[in-house]
């Protein structure tokens, strides 16, 4: 059973942690109640993304990534087992 969590819909008053400024090396920092509230932790590794429909970058956090991942290929092998079991009948 994986890790992850049931992520239900959440208001835009959930999701917002305010703004940040990108420093003169590129760095921001992650507000304290966005860390806290995504158990982001400090050495803990981020991916970092472009978002696909504008200028904007999304971050994840690697394990979360990689437990999402195994979870979605583990339902897409089920369904591809009941599309042949289906075509075999």
Same mark, same amino acid.
């Given at each position: 059973?994986?890790?992850? #969590? &049931? ?5 835009? /008053? ?8 990108? +420093? ?11 860390? #806290? &509230? ?5 050495? /803990? ?8 429909? +504008? ?35």
């Amino acid at each position: 059973m994986s890790k992850l #969590k &049931k992520q239900t819909w959440c208001s835009l /008053d959930e999701q917002f942690f305010g703004a940040v400024t990108v +420093g003169e090396r590129g760095q921001v920092v992650i507000p304290a109640d966005a860390r #806290k &509230k995504l158990d982001i932790n400090p050495g /803990d590794k981020l991916l970092v993304m472009g978002h696909p429909y +504008g200028a904007g970058v999304v971050l994840a956090k690697i394990e979360s990534m990689r437990e999402f991942l195994s979870s979605f290929l583990e339902g897409l092998s089920g369904v591809e087992r009941t599309i042949q079991d289906d075509g075999q009948e």
